[in-house]
């Protein structure tokens, strides 16, 4: 029998780590986990299963997103609320396919993934339409701003803790970062013009290409 790879999903140890959290943080702190997309449709299962009796708030992306009839599958099989999809393509169209096929129980949309902001927004009002929320993947002025400009969404995905990564260290071409969190966690739109974004022109000037 192979050894088992380390730094290998686990769904056990996931569940472990979540279950460890929940304790250490108490009831009212919301949680959500992103296995991206390893697992088996029995290990989601009982994943998901275990995370809902935590009161975990969604799972996103704990299986390859190209089988859509995996989360259908999963969607209508767990208490847990499903997000998706995140990474497969096709802008609003795929996201509009997984509403109307009922594989998520919310929709995942964001400026990166989809191409835009209108897409993103698109995706945003479709979402509305069925009474779902629509969460923002990902960091940065666009993403606030969508986040910022619709109704039915619940939080902005900042990142916090990376091991190689600094998110309050600006780009070489900011003059600060675009989200700044204040002292109480919180994360506030701009007056500014546009995006709200305080770029270094004479940085870019420089780096044309």
């Known amino acids: 029998m192979d050894a088992p790879v380390p730094g290998a999903p686990d769904v056990r140890k996931d569940y472990s780590a ?5 304790e250490a943080l108490g009831p009212d702190v919301p949680l959500m986990l992103d296995p991206h997309h390893f697992y088996t449709r029995t290990e989601v299962l009982w ?4 995370l809902a009796k935590l009161d975990f708030a969604w799972m996103e992306e704990p299986m390859e997103e ?3 009839s995996s989360f ?3 969607t209508a099989k767990t208490k847990l609320n499903i997000l998706g999809p995140e990474t497969m393509t096709g802008k609003h169209w795929t996201r509009a396919e997984w509403v109307r096929h009922e594989a998520c129980d919310i929709v995942r949309a964001g400026v ?5 902001i209108t897409p993103a927004m698109k995706c945003a009002n479709m979402a509305e339409s069925f009474h779902m929320s629509c969460e923002m993947h ?5 993403n606030l701003s969508v986040a910022l400009a619709i109704h039915n969404t619940s939080y902005y995905e900042r990142g916090l803790l990376h091991p190689f990564i600094d998110y309050d260290e600006p780009k070489a071409y900011q003059n600060r970062i675009d ?9 506030h739109g701009r007056e500014d013009p546009g995006l709200g974004q305080d770029l270094n022109w004479d940085y870019i000037e420089g780096n044309l290409v």
Not at 18 to 22: G, I, S
Not at 47 to 50: E, G, M, R, T, V
Not at 179 to 187: F, L, N, P, R
């Open 18 to 22: 979540c279950a460890a959290v929940r």
């Open 47 to 50: 994943l998901a299963d275990k």
């Open 66 to 68: 190209a089988s859509m």
């Open 72 to 74: 259908k599958w999963l």
């Open 112 to 116: 990166w993934d989809m191409g835009g």
């Open 138 to 142: 990902g960091t940065g002025a666009a």
């Open 179 to 187: 989200d700044e969190m204040d002292a109480e966690g919180y994360v």
